[in-house]
Nanobody, 126 residues
Framework: QVQLVESGGGSVQAGGSLRLSCAASGSTQKNFCVGWFRQAPGKEREGVAAVYRHGGATYYADSVKGRFSISQYDAKNTVYLQMTSLKPEDTAMYYC???????????????????WGQGTQVTVSS
């Protein structure tokens, strides 16, 4: 089991940037993915990005490609989500989760992830 704690959310104007952090603990294994998901009120949960902990391969939803970047810093066991060119439609609660390694790649389906953080709110105003 992996414990995850998100931080870095906040309020920003459209066009601005934020960096989210996901600190992981509880597992020495690396054969899993850490994914970022978001959910806005009244909308379904959406997979945003994921990174394979062992090899560093990254995966993105089309809606954020070119604007968001996921990375990991092994020394701190932390995964980051750098968000740039933010839009009002990026407003949501953002969660990180562990799991999601299927058939040699990370998937962006929330039901494939086992452990979740408590979430951090991102609000983008126009």
């Amino acid at each position: 089991q992996v414990q995850l704690v998100e931080s870095g959310g906040g309020s920003v104007q459209a066009g601005g940037s934020l960096r989210l952090s996901c600190a992981a603990s509880g597992s020495t294994q690396k054969n899993f993915c850490v994914g970022w998901f978001r959910q806005a009120p009244g909308k379904e949960r959406e997979g945003v990005a994921a990174v394979y902990r062992h090899g560093g391969a990254t995966y993105y939803a089309d809606s954020v490609k070119g604007r968001f970047s996921i990375s990991q810093y092994d020394a701190k066991n932390t995964v980051y989500l750098q968000m740039t060119s933010l839009k009002p439609e990026d407003t949501a609660m953002y969660y990180c989760a562990a799991g999601g390694f299927r058939f040699g790649a990370c998937v962006l389906r929330g039901d494939e992830y086992n452990d979740w953080g408590q979430g951090t709110q991102v609000t983008v105003s126009s």
